[in-house]
T-cell receptor, first 114, second 117 residues
């Protein structure tokens, strides 16, 4: 069972570089989201989507873009990486767009920006 | 606005002790959902429990139990007879119903539990 798959698991970038964190789920979940985890800050919501073509901002959206062209995929784009974006990123999905069910998480992607 | 507070940053206990992790939440909605997740040292996030705002019954699952009190806006988590394998970061989370229009899950900052042998 694949569940939620994130790639890459580790990435080192230089300031100003761009990259995309990939997230794919094979459970036909409507709801998908991205979080970043930083020491002492817990999990903070970056962006979320309640279905293909629908996205919205979370708590910390600046510096990140998302799109949802299919139900399965929800990539997170960093257009110009900054050291403040060094973090562990988690993608999560849930069966219902009404966010009433539990989240299924990917294994995380550790990003370092030098 | 939604808010989840886990005031305990880190707790250390000796194996076999009972430990309670506190979670206090804020919401304007009457319908909402509360969750607990576990993050072991390996880093993955594991779902433990979901509770909706209309169900205030306490729940027990093995050594784990949860106490939901709407009057104090709390959803506390107790581990009985703790074991070293319980060492992890535990997150409490809140989501509001569709009436809020926000569709967000909000997490607390987590409590790191260290169980010493």
């Amino acid at each position: 069972n694949a569940g939620v798959t994130q790639t890459p698991k580790f990435q080192v970038l230089k300031t100003g570089q761009s990259m995309t964190l990939q997230c794919a789920q094979d459970m036909n979940h409507e709801y998908m989201s991205w979080y970043r985890q930083d020491p002492g800050m817990g999990l903070r919501l970056i962006h979320y989507s309640v279905g293909a073509g629908i996205t919205d901002q979370g708590e910390v959206p600046n510096g990140y873009n998302v799109s949802r062209s299919t139900t399965e995929d929800f990539p997170l784009r960093l257009l110009s990486a900054a050291p403040s974006q060094t973090s562990v990123y988690f993608c999560a999905s849930s069966p219902w767009f009404r966010n009433t069910g539990e989240l299924f998480f990917g294994e995380g992607s550790r990003l370092t920006v030098l | 606005a939604q808010k989840v507070t886990q005031a305990q940053t880190e707790i250390s206990v000796v194996e076999k002790e009972d430990v309670t992790l506190d979670c206090v939440y804020e919401t304007r909605d009457t319908t909402y959902y509360l969750f607990w997740y576990k993050q072991p040292p390996s880093g993955e996030l594991v779902f433990l429990i979901r509770r909706n705002s209309f169900d205030e019954q306490n729940e027990i699952s093995g050594r784990y139990s949860w106490n939901f009190q709407k009057s104090t806006s709390s959803f506390n988590f107790t581990i009985t007879a703790s074991q070293v394998v319980d060492s992890a970061v535990y997150f409490c989370a809140l989501s509001e119903d569709i009436t809020s229009g926000t569709y967000k899950y909000i997490f607390g900052t987590g409590t790191r539990l260290k169980v010493l042998a």
